[in-house]
């Protein structure tokens, strides 16, 4: 059974779907074994209680943040780490310790509108304000430049001419869920190589 970590800071919609996910047995061979969360009113905190997932608060101002971070994705040694919704650029540090084992969904099509300053509801304005007909989101593996890392899947949504992004962005997370969870099995069932070789191995 692989073991997956979530690293999250807001309302855990796709974490729920993980669980989801692995209780319905389309995950069928991983795992959620921990939650770490950076903020306190953040309601994935309760989605892991109610599921029986242990969870993990730390003090995103805290002068060790990001060792303490590290200390604990490798005291569970997971084979996946998910960044859902998680509100902090992750350092070298962390990137390097754990390559090709973190992944990060964005809801637009990767390389457009992606990197610092692409996040939330500021990524939906800018594509409608782009006049862009398409946009979507992107799953791909979190590396040392933000957004920037390889493509695992993506899923497409037409832009309308009334849309606002609110509108789009419940239109992107509908697609979220199901493109997380199809990446997620994708890699713990080893058909997603690099350079020819499996990310994930036994």
């Known amino acids: 059974?692989?073991?997956?970590?979530?690293?999250?800071?807001?309302?855990?919609?796709?974490?729920?779907?993980?669980?989801?996910?692995?209780?319905?047995?389309?995950?069928?061979?991983g795992k959620i074994s921990k939650l770490i969360c950076n903020n306190k009113r953040a309601y994935v905190i309760q989605r892991a209680k109610e599921n029986g997932i242990p969870s993990v608060l730390v003090d995103a101002a805290g002068r060790d943040y990001?060792?303490?971070?590290?200390?604990?994705?490798?005291?569970?040694?997971?084979?996946?780490?998910?960044?859902?919704?998680?509100?902090?650029?992750?350092?070298?540090?962390?990137?390097?310790?754990?390559?090709?084992?973190?992944?990060?969904?964005?809801p637009s099509l990767l390389p457009a509108f992606g990197g610092k300053g692409y996040y939330g509801k500021k990524v939906h304005e800018a594509v409608i304000k782009s006049g862009a007909r398409y946009s979507g989101c992107t799953v791909h593996f979190a590396t040392n430049d933000v957004d920037d890392g390889p493509i695992i899947d993506q899923r497409v949504v037409e832009v309308s001419d009334?849309?606002?992004?609110e509108t789009l962005e419940e239109k992107i997370h509908e697609e979220e869920h199901k493109s997380l969870v199809y990446s997620i099995n994708l890699l713990l069932t080893e058909r997603y190589t690099i350079n020819g070789k499996r990310v994930i191995r036994d």
């Open 1 to 29: 059974m692989k073991n997956i970590m979530v690293l999250a800071s807001g309302n855990g919609t796709n974490f729920q779907a993980i669980i989801d996910a692995v209780d319905n047995g389309v995950i069928n061979n």
């Open 66 to 106: 990001n060792n303490l971070i590290l200390s604990l994705l490798k005291a569970e040694e997971p084979d996946l780490i998910i960044l859902d919704g998680y509100m902090k650029i992750l350092p070298d540090s962390i990137i390097n310790e754990f390559k090709y084992k973190i992944i990060n969904l964005h």
């Open 162 to 165: 009334y849309e606002t992004p």
